[in-house]
T-cell receptor, first 111, second 113 residues
Framework: SQQGEEDPQALSIQEGENATMNCSYKTSINNLQWYRQNSGRGLVHLILIRSNEREKHSGRLRVTLDTSKKSSSLLITASRAADTASYFCATDAVGTYKYIFGTGTRLKVLA | AAGVIQSPRHLIKEKRETATLKCYPIPRHDTVYWYQQGPGQDPQFLISFYEKMQSDKGSIPDRFSAQQFSDYHSELNMSSLELGDSALYFC????????????FGPGTRLTVT
């Protein structure tokens, strides 16, 4: 079964609003990474958070990790039209050397 | 900064043909991952290499094989291509298999006709 699942599957907001995406996973992990992908393009690395970390920031991005609930959230503050993309979480389960991607959230930011 | 390089960027093949995709990791990165992404789907892990040895394997068909060479570049060989193999194939690299960021290449779009 899939390691990571995200919700919502799609999100539409107005420019300037905040966007929150959630990722849940099933097994114990070493790390969790968030990526952005514009349609048909490559995956852009956003943030890596280790299993012993609870929160990380990068510019307008804030990622939290709750290992007890096996979930993570990505918050984009003051969204811009250029943030329109699909956002994926990817996790590497303990004992593995691979990242499993979630189903992704399609974010649309309306100008 | 140098990024992951993949070649070719686009490839069109017919059913039952073979294809070879190449990946050149970021300099000093010793770990390579391959992923397949179908239309509207999330990337699916295929296989990974660390220091030229296979480190993990996912849902990679037996028709596919891959290796990592002494200069750390990697090649994904696909034989007896099927229509369902049409997808974006991404390579990613990282500095080790631990808590290191994984950076993706631009992908190779394979179309099987």
């Amino acid at each position: 079964s899939q390691q990571g699942e995200e919700d919502p599957q799609a999100l539409s907001i107005q420019e300037g609003e905040n966007a929150t995406m959630n990722c849940s996973y099933k097994t114990s992990i070493n790390n969790l990474q968030w990526y952005r992908q514009n349609s048909g393009r490559g995956l852009v690395h956003l943030i890596l958070i280790r299993s012993n970390e609870r929160e990380k920031h990068s510019g307008r991005l804030r990622v939290t990790l709750d290992t007890s609930k096996k979930s993570s959230s990505l918050l984009i503050t003051a969204s811009r039209a250029a943030d329109t993309a699909s956002y994926f979480c990817a996790t590497d389960a303990v004992g593995t050397y691979k990242y499993i991607f979630g189903t992704g959230t399609r974010l649309k930011v309306l100008a | 900064a140098a990024g992951v390089i993949q070649s070719p960027r686009h490839l069109i093949k017919e059913k039952r043909e073979t294809a070879t995709l190449k990946c050149y990791p970021i300099p000093r990165h010793d770990t390579v991952y391959w992923y397949q992404q179908g239309p509207g789907q999330d990337p699916q892990f295929l296989i990974s290499f660390y220091e030229k040895m296979q480190s993990d394997k996912g849902s990679i068909p037996d028709r596919f094989s891959a290796q990592q060479f002494s200069d750390y570049h990697s090649e994904l060989n696909m034989s007896s291509l099927e229509l369902g193999d049409s997808a974006l194939y991404f390579c990613a690299s990282s500095l080790g298999t631990g808590a290191y960021e994984q950076y993706f290449g631009p992908g190779t779009r394979l179309t099987v006709t």
